[in-house]
């Protein structure tokens, strides 16, 4: 295109003329065009229009012809109308007529009808105006009848007002006819009131006399009175000069003290120097081994010291001699001033009494004299030491300075503690001490010949080397032998923790300085250990002991109330707590009335405790003393080694009084027997709070053997531990061992390691010794039996499997013989001794029957007797067991005595009823209770059994086959488990419980 | 087949009354809670629970390989018994 539009360009001009002449003709030729379509369209459009129009005139004339033939039609009708109106004008002038008349007669009748109307209005006016004039005429007639009455009312009136004065005249001529004879009464009352008028003035006259009498005797007793009060003033001299001399004489006593504690002060003083000099004398022995060429001149020196040591050793010796002899002396003229003073013996009686404790006082100066003498015997020879300390082998560092610190507190402590001693023994000792006898015999016909002796069945391994007993044996001393013989050797496994004899002694060892530190002069000198499970719960135990205290175990998994409760009846007055125990404190000493020693050996940080605890003194680890300062401390035998809150039935905890000497004898036998050493390995299951964990704690140390001890957990199922810990002694509740058998952990074979498995506590059902005997076939399995009143364990049964099943009775073991020492009686209700076969209650005698209920002495009275035709106390067990037919059978538990219950009257041992219980049911943990309860007894038995595999109905006819119709179970309910105490016992109160809720 | 998640669902389902008492519902329970340690049930409540498990689920469990210290937290517990169910 653009190729084109270059050529065309040339010759442009000619082009574009032509083009527009084209381009003008093609416009006006549609231009043309356009006109005659214009025009053809108007064209066509007036042709339409006129066709239109054409059609529009058509119809017209269609329309004009209609509009004719409709005109043609109206006229016709017109005409026919204009027709009938005339017709009808022609009519109405008639009709007009007719009308009229129609109304006319209208008009007439309703006129005649308005008339009848009028006539009946009236006559009706008429009849209500006779009827009215009537009723006027009634009225009339009521007011006259009215009238009338009101009239007769009044003549009645009348008529009773007259009788009325009638009447009155009558009761007046009455009462003039009755005057006289009411004079004539009058005059003899008063003739009798003038009798006894003149009787009182006979007895005035009596009376006054007897005043007579009595004045003459008053004066006689003033005159005698009077006398009497001479001879008072007379005699008054020579008592004022009786008081002067007893005056003067204990002057005379006071200064010999004073002098007496001067010269001990002194000779404290000389103790300390010399102590001083000797240890600088040892140093000096020291330096010169050390240095050979200067040993001559430091022999010297040695030499010297001791001398000087040695001619002050006699200076004290003279000194104390002639102290002697001064109270000798004392005495002489004591004795002969009582003797003088015969006149005064009362007030002289309660003088004397002082005198005595002045005196007694005297005596334990002078004895803690003596001690501090020994001590000072063997000065600058730290060997001596040894004899006493059985540490000292592996302490040598540390004797010098015990030695030191012990020569300077020593003497004082242990006055101090003689004295406390004979205070706390006195209340609780007294009840007991009239009746013990030196040496308890078995009484002379005690149920069991035969006795648990020292044979042990067990094979022996190896003999153990023991340290010889030291002279005052606790219940600590094993432990601190041990600690000397074997200080490497573990001494407890807890908490994933292996600790040795010597580590362990020396955690002790800080507690017991700490309490030395801080509780000087406790009274009642126990400390409580609250501690569960750790470290601390040993150390706190053993620490307590050391300090020469007896231990109060709490137990922070039994509620807080029932520790508060234990804890405030023993007042005790400081604690050794573990980190865990120590979140209960602040509830624990809530309001202890004075300031407690708060220990937390295992607690660094005791900012929050302190504030929390602003009355009480806490001490965290960092503020412990250390184990070098602690004092050893003489204790007397018979001084509580703990004190013990078991259940009682009245709900408040009763405490248990145990002494040293009643452990050390249970301890004795039970390492006899067991023959522990220090490969033993022994478990720790029992809570502090049970006085099993005694044997766990004490029997194992006073042989070296290690004491390990599960996790609270872990106890659920232990099974597991025993072959990691590789126990070799086994001691448990049965309860444990029956959650093994139930978790499956009583597989046999399982504990190859075991030499003993020991249970207590509670029965020990044959089937639960059976799965434990081939789970650990190579031990022997024992039950031990014992309440806590008589030392832990006083009786115990060895198991064998082929002759023991004779001797079972209600699938139970029988509890079998007492311990070496012990005596036995099975008694009836009046404590007479019953015969071989037959049931009664267990009393036990010997040196393990414990000091009796802490501040109880009632319950101490009903519990620890003296029975007829028996010399020596007996605890009343509370047990009923069976005395055995022959001579050397064992004892068999039947159940408990306090489980007797009446039903209507009738007296039932529920032990009976769960023996046959456990017979029918093939099940050992079951129980029967009376109820429910009445005030006499109970209405029936509920039974319980801990199955749910058991047919609860035929256990019940069985029961109905064996027992007397009352000691049937009105149900025999059974769960999948009894529920069971904090010690894993059957818990009683909870089944009460059960059945309250139903 | 049972699973640790239906354990742990029966379990909780049993203790309801004793986890609200220490004021927790099942949902607040994670797999590490001790119900012993918790204070929902102590060593008699948890053979309780292990009847009731082995009833309900009809089975009868050896529970010595598990280890005492696992045998009360929740988690532990239910995948033992699952496995153990498993495996028998």
């Known amino acids: ?998 | 087949m049972i699973s640790a998640a239906d354990v742990r669902g029966f379990v909780l389902a049993e203790l309801h009354s004793e986890l609200a008492d220490v004021g927790l519902t099942a949902a607040d329970v994670g797999d590490d809670l001790d119900l012993i340690d918790a204070h929902v049930i102590d060593s008699f409540g948890m053979l309780e629970i292990i009847a009731a498990v082995e009833a309900h689920f009809s089975l009868e469990i050896d529970f010595e390989e598990l280890d005492p210290d696992q045998l009360s937290a929740v988690g532990p517990f239910s995948h033992f018994v699952a496995a153990e169910a498993d495996g028998a």
């Open chain 1, 1 to 998: 295109m653009d190729e084109a539009l270059s050529t065309d360009g040339e010759d442009e001009p000619p082009v574009v003329d032509e083009r527009a002449a084209r381009d003008e003709l093609e416009e006006s030729l549609a231009r043309a065009e356009s006109e005659r379509a214009a025009l053809q369209a108007r064209l066509d459009d007036e042709l339409e229009a006129s066709r239109a129009a054409f059609e529009t005139y058509a119809a017209a004339e269609g329309r004009v012809a209609e509009l004719e033939g409709i005109l043609t039609g109206t006229e016709a009708v017109r005409a026919r109308a204009e027709a009938d109106r005339d017709a009808l004008e022609a009519r109405l002038p008639v009709e007009l007529t007719a009308a009229q008349q129609r109304h006319d007669e209208v008009l007439a009748a309703a006129e005649q009808r308005l008339q009848a109307i009028t006539d009946l209005l009236d006559r009706q006016t008429q009849e209500s105006a006779a009827e009215r004039a009537a009723l006027q005429l009634e009225r009339e007639r009521d007011a006259q009848r009215i009238v009338e009455l009101e009239q007769r009312l009044k003549e009645e009136l009348a008529q009773a007002a007259s009788h009325a004065e009638d009447l009155v005249e009558e009761a007046r001529n009455a009462r003039e006819e009755l005057r006289p004879r009411a004079a004539r009464k009058l005059a003899e009352i008063q003739a009798e009131l003038d009798t006894e008028r003149q009787e009182r003035t006979a007895l005035e006259a009596r009376l006054e006399a007897l005043v007579g009498e009595h004045a003459e005797l008053e004066q006689r007793r003033a005159l005698e009175e009077t006398s009497a009060q001479a001879r008072i003033a007379e005699l008054e001299p020579s008592l004022e000069e009786a008081r002067t001399g007893w005056e003067r004489s204990w002057g005379e006593l006071d200064a010999l003290r004073d002098r007496l504690e001067g010269t001990e002060t002194r000779l404290l003083e000389r103790e300390r120097e010399l102590t001083l000099e000797r240890d600088q004398a040892l140093q000096r022995v020291a330096e010169l081994e050390r240095s050979l060429s200067e040993a001559e001149d430091g022999n010297e020196v040695v030499e010297r010291a001791l001398q000087s040591v040695s001619a002050d050793r006699d200076r004290i010796e003279t000194a104390r001699r002639v102290l002697e002899a001064r109270m000798t002396a004392r005495d002489e003229a004591e004795r002969a001033f009582l003797v003088e003073r015969e006149l005064e013996r009362r007030i002289a009686r309660s003088h004397r009494l002082q005198l005595t404790r002045v005196e007694r006082r005297m005596t334990e100066i002078a004895s803690g004299l003596g001690v501090a003498l020994r001590r000072l015997d063997a000065p600058g020879t730290p060997q001596a030491e040894s004899s006493d300390d059985p540490r000292a082998p592996s302490s040598g560092p540390r004797a010098p300075a015990r030695a030191r610190r012990g020569s300077e507190t020593q003497s004082r402590q242990h006055v101090a503690d003689q004295a406390a001693t004979a205070e706390r023994r006195a209340p609780a000792a007294q009840p007991l001490a009239p009746t013990r006898p030196p040496a308890p015999d078995p009484p002379p016909q005690a149920a069991p010949a035969a006795r648990i002796g020292a044979r042990p069945p067990a094979p022996k391994r190896r003999p153990a080397p023991i340290p010889p007993a030291p002279e005052t044996r606790t219940m600590v001393t094993g432990f601190e032998r041990a600690a000397a013989g074997f200080p490497a050797r573990p001494a407890l496994e807890v908490a994933g923790e292996t600790i040795t004899f010597a580590d362990l002694h020396d955690r002790a060892a800080r507690i017991a300085a700490t309490l030395q530190r801080e509780t000087p002069t406790a009274d009642p000198p126990l400390t409580a250990v609250f501690a569960h499970r750790t470290s601390v719960a040993f150390a706190g135990v053993l620490g307590t002991l050391m300090r020469g205290h007896g231990y109060v175990p709490l137990n922070r998994t039994l509620p807080v109330a029932r520790t508060r409760t234990m804890f405030e009846r023993a007042e005790c007055q400081a604690i050794v707590a573990d980190a865990e125990s120590a979140k209960q404190l602040p509830e624990l000493l809530d309001d202890a009335p004075y300031p407690v020693v708060v220990l937390l050996p295992d607690v660094d940080d005791v900012a929050e405790l302190r504030a929390a605890l602003p009355a009480h003194v806490v001490l965290g680890a960092r503020d412990l003393a250390p184990a070098a300062s602690w004092t050893p401390i003489e204790v007397d035998a018979s001084a509580i080694a703990y004190l013990l809150f078991t259940s009682g039935s009245t709900g408040t905890p009763k405490g248990v009084m145990v002494s040293h000497a009643n452990v050390l004898h249970y301890v004795d036998a039970m390492v006899a027997r067991y023959d522990i050493d220090e490969h033993d390995r022994v478990s720790q299951t029992h809570d502090l709070t049970f006085d099993v964990s005694v044997f766990d704690l004490f029997v194992a140390w006073e042989r070296g053997a290690c004491v390990c001890c599960p996790g609270q957990r872990t106890m659920l199922n232990p099974g597991r531990y025993v072959r990691d810990a590789k126990l070799t002694v086994w001691f448990s509740v049965p309860s444990v061992a029956m959650f093994m058998r139930r978790l499956g952990s009583l597989k046999p074979d399982s504990y190859p390691d075991l030499r003993w498995s020991l249970f207590a506590g509670e029965p020990l059902p044959v089937e639960v010794v059976r799965a434990w005997g081939q789970a650990a076939p190579a031990s022997i399995v024992e039950n031990l039996y014992g309440p806590t009143e008589v030392t832990v364990v006083c009786a115990l049964y060895s198991w064998d499997a082929q002759t023991s099943p004779d001797d079972c009775e209600g699938g139970l073991l029988p509890i079998g013989r007492p311990l070496e020492g012990l005596g036995m009686l099975i008694v009836d209700e009046q404590l007479h001794e019953v015969r071989p076969g037959e049931q009664g209650e267990l009393l036990v005698s010997g040196p393990q029957v414990t000091l009796g209920y802490w501040r109880d002495g009632e319950k101490t009275a009903a519990a620890f007797v003296v029975p007829p035709g028996q010399e020596v106390v007996h605890y009343r067990t509370g047990d009923l067991v069976r005395r055995p037919r022959r001579a050397d059978g064992p004892i068999a538990f039947i159940g408990r005595r306090d489980q007797q219950v009446k039903i209507r009257g009738v007296r039932i041992e529920l032990g009976e009823i769960e023996s046959a219980l456990r017979d029918a049911a093939g099940v050992d943990s079951v129980a029967a209770l009376g109820w429910p309860t009445t005030l006499v007894g109970a209405d029936a038995i509920e039974a319980f059994v801990g199955s749910e595999d058991v047919d609860a109905v035929a256990i019940r006819t069985a029961l109905a086959k064996r027992l007397p119709v009352h000691m049937v179970p009105r149900r025999v309910r059974t769960l999948a488990q009894l529920p069971l105490n904090a010690n894993g016992k059957i818990d009683r109160a909870a089944l009460v419980k059960l059945l309250e809720s139903e």
